[in-house]
């Protein structure tokens, strides 16, 4: 079984950049989407970005579109965040996940469709 582990997260001012990362366990996130979701005090887990296996295929929400980037390396088994022009509103728990379907070309943004989570890490965004 796959399991996710983030870091990266800290405090950071508004304006300034942030880069995340996903350390898999298991050679089965190599054929994974892998997505990023994200969690503020009193809302709703929100999408983020997601990326296919292969990196060919990648999604952001409209919210963070030109600012965050998704990627990966599979060689190191490790998924990546780069959060950059973050404003206060960005602040939340960061959750990456993995969709255990192997080889799926839809980098889908629906929670519901990834079956593994890690523990999150928080990004605090000063004003």
């Known amino acids: 079984q796959v399991q996710l582990v983030e870091s990266g997260g800290g405090l950071v001012q508004a304006g300034g950049s942030l880069r995340l990362s996903c350390a898999a366990s298991?050679?089965?996130?190599?054929?994974?989407?892998m997505g990023w979701f994200r969690q503020a005090p009193g809302k709703e887990r929100e999408f983020v970005a997601a990326?296919?296996?292969?990196?060919?295929?990648?999604y952001s929400a409209d919210a963070m579109k030109g600012r965050f980037t998704i990627s990966r390396d599979n060689a190191k088994n490790t998924g990546y965040l780069q959060m950059n022009s973050l404003k206060p509103e960005d602040t939340a728990v960061y959750y990456c996940?993995?969709?255990?379907?192997?080889?799926?070309?839809?980098?889908?943004?629906?929670?519901?469709?990834?079956?593994?989570w890690g523990q999150g890490t928080q990004v605090t965004v000063s004003s």
């Open positions: 298991g050679r089965i996130f190599r054929a994974s989407v």
């Open positions: 996940a993995a969709d255990s379907t192997p080889y799926s070309s839809y980098a889908h943004p629906e929670a519901s469709e990834y079956n593994i």
């Open positions: 990326i296919t296996w292969s990196g060919g295929s990648r």
